[in-house]
């Protein structure tokens, strides 16, 4: 069968991408810059950076710095009207995962109205039309977002999280932006790439560039997350994990995650969890759900991992290897067992069903998901990082 592969929008990357892009701004001719950012980013500093390469080109700019974790449908609707407020022909996202869906989101309601709930693919998306552009400026190396069309929206009246599918139409990656990234946002985010990578290596989509994106995306985090936790501005590190996150981003944007965001979109929604933190959580056992399916993929994970691989092994036993990698890197950077974070075993398998229902990706995963293969996933979570 053949292969599609593309990527959604270019990137700018690198030192000064920033300043780059207030450049390129200019140049195209937009007036106003509306800027989306959440509260700690801007406290953080991280956005005067931004302010300060659109005044160097004379922009005028607006602001909205309440993004919300888990961004609720209420915020995109009122960042929407914010945004139609100012006269702003422009969005630029500041931020992590949350911010950017919810400017791409916004973006959505800007130029075709209604309520964001009406674009989600889970309530019917009946089309829309993309006049406004956002520029994508991740802080933190995590999501991927940036380069994927998912904006990942949280539905308060069905306490779900919802998709709308808008991608941005500039990624601006400028690692200076990530070196102020609190220790636990470091941590969380980098296996929240690292599962992207894992996901997407293993799913049933495959082509061969984002095989070769995601399996160094996976080698570049477990190299340098560590690094970027201890020495917060090794700037190499950053860059390292920053380009990790976006490539992770393009594969899985192609190749899809699966059965391990089921379980953390509903652990997140459910116990009020970091996404990142459900993220790695997960990633051993997606690599040994998925072992026999995927046993060549396994041993490419394991190489980018670092973890040999004796020959004859087994295609479960090998996934135990390099799942036990991912659990070492796990407690090294102080990730806390779901036991420890006040959930018992019964309330983590009883998501089981909601984890499918609400999340439609888990036909990505090679085999048949059912309820008591999830149940047994999530049962597995729990009692195999104690």
């Not at 070492?328 to 089981?352: F, T, W």
């Amino acid at each position: 069968m053949a292969a599609l592969y593309q990527q959604l929008c270019p990137v700018l990357f690198g030192d000064n991408a920033v300043g780059e892009m207030a450049k390129q701004i200019a140049e195209k001719g937009y007036k106003h810059v509306f800027i989306c950012c959440d509260a700690g980013v801007r406290k953080a500093g991280i956005v005067k950076l931004v302010e300060n390469a659109l005044k160097e080109e004379g922009l005028a700019y607006s602001m909205y710095d309440e993004i919300l974790p888990d961004t609720p449908d209420t915020v995109v609707d009122e960042l929407a009207a914010k945004i139609a407020q100012t006269g702003a022909d422009i969005i630029l996202a500041v931020g992590g995962g949350s911010t950017m869906d919810a400017a791409k989101a916004a973006g959505v309601v800007l130029d075709n109205g209604d309520s964001i709930r009406k674009y989600m693919e889970e309530n019917g998306n009946p089309g829309f039309v993309v006049k406004t552009p956002v520029y994508a400026i991740p802080t933190n190396a995590g999501t991927g977002s940036e380069n994927t069309p998912m904006c990942v929206i949280h539905e308060l009246s069905t306490d779900t999280k919802k998709v709308v599918l808008r991608p941005a139409e500039l990624a601006v990656l400028d690692p200076k932006l990530t070196v102020s990234c609190p220790k636990s946002v470091t941590v969380y985010s980098g296996f929240d790439a690292l599962s992207h990578a894992v996901e997407a290596s293993t799913s049933v989509a495959p082509n061969p560039r984002d095989m070769l994106l995601a399996l160094h995306a996976i080698r570049l985090i477990v190299n340098n997350l560590p690094i970027a936790m201890n020495e917060p501005e090794n700037l190499e590190a950053r860059t390292n994990l920053l380009f990790a996150s976006n490539i992770a981003g393009i594969a899985f944007a192609t190749m899809s995650v699966h059965i391990g965001h089921c379980f953390d979109h509903e652990a997140g929604v459910k116990f009020h969890m970091e996404h990142g933190h459900c993220c790695a959580l997960s990633i051993p056992e997606t690599l040994r759900i998925v072992a026999e399916d995927k046993p060549a993929e396994i041993l490419q994970i394991a190489d980018a991992m670092g973890v040999a691989i004796p020959e004859g092994t087994g295609a479960k036993e090998a996934a135990d290897l390099v799942a036990d990698r991912v659990r070492g890197l796990m407690r090294e950077c102080g990730i806390k067992p779901l036991k420890d974070c006040g959930v018992s075993r019964e309330d983590a398998i009883a998501i089981a069903q909601d984890a499918l229902d609400h999340n439609w990706f888990h036909v990505m995963c090679p085999g048949d998901v059912s309820r008591e293969k999830m149940e047994h996933y999530i049962a597995e979570i729990y009692d195999n990082y104690q």
